[in-house]
């Protein structure tokens, strides 16, 4: 059983671009988180998204950013526009059961993005 | 508030022993964790522990927790260079685990 996978691992975009980020969670799990990791900081909290559904933004910026899980394929962050403050690196983790009342999520490499 | 504050550095001489401390905000967390990450690596959970324990020990890792104090330790007996790494203390609340700013741990020959 693979773990959560990534790609691309490394993402280099121009500022004004588009940056698409796709995380494909564990076999069996429908439950997708995003973090935000910028340079020498913690984990942020992006989206939590199940199958089709977002169930809490709260952690998006409200402009450029938005993310997907669809019934088929893995979920995607695409972040429109990029500009030098969006270089960060950008986890994903996905989960069995609803939230992480679960004992763990389980992360991903990583996807790391740096805008010239 | 949602918030975890952790000590950003400490420095252990090889063979001690580490303590890293966290403090948290939220008394309705469900679990509480230590995550390792390794330079330009993903995130590998450690070890956690459920709100209603105090303790939780794991080979060379032990967790204490003081609920009262919301206050969480990560203990790493007999420290080898290969425990480098930066470790987040890490909370969960309803849908999403919060993270603290991350102790990178040196190890001193």
């Known amino acids: 059983n693979a773990g959560v996978m990534q790609n691309p691992r490394h993402l280099v975009r121009r500022r004004g671009q588009e940056a698409r980020l796709r995380c494909s969670p564990m076999?069996?799990?429908?439950?997708v988180y995003w973090y935000r990791q910028l340079p020498e900081e913690g984990l942020k909290f992006m989206v939590y998204?199940?199958?089709?559904?977002?169930?809490?933004e709260s952690g998006m910026p409200k402009e450029r950013f938005s993310a997907e899980f669809p019934k088929e394929g893995p979920s995607i962050l695409r972040i429109q526009q990029v500009v030098r403050g969006d270089s960060a690196a950008y986890f994903c983790?996905?989960?069995?059961?609803?939230?992480?009342?679960?004992?763990?999520?389980?992360f991903g490499q990583g996807t790391r993005l740096t805008v010239v | 508030g949602e918030d975890v504050e952790q000590s950003l550095f400490l420095s252990v001489r090889e063979g001690d022993s580490s303590v890293i401390n966290c403090t948290y905000t939220?008394?309705?967390?469900?679990?509480l964790y230590w995550y390792k990450q390794e330079p330009g690596a993903g995130l590998q959970l450690l070890t956690y522990?459920?709100?209603?324990?105090d303790m939780k020990q794991d080979q060379r890792l032990t967790v204490l927790l003081n609920k009262k104090d919301k206050h969480l330790s990560l203990r790493i007996a007999d420290t080898q260079t290969g425990d480098s790494a930066i470790y987040f203390c890490?909370?969960?609340?309803?849908?999403?685990?919060?993270f603290g700013k991350g102790t990178r741990l040196h190890i001193l020959p």
């Open positions: 076999k069996g799990h429908s439950h």
């Open positions: 522990i459920f709100s209603n324990m």
């Open positions: 983790a996905s989960s069995e059961n609803r939230g992480v009342m679960n004992t763990e999520a389980f």
């Open positions: 998204l199940q199958k089709e559904n977002i169930i809490d």
């Open positions: 939220d008394s309705s967390s469900t679990y």
């Open positions: 890490a909370e969960s609340i309803r849908d999403k685990i919060i």
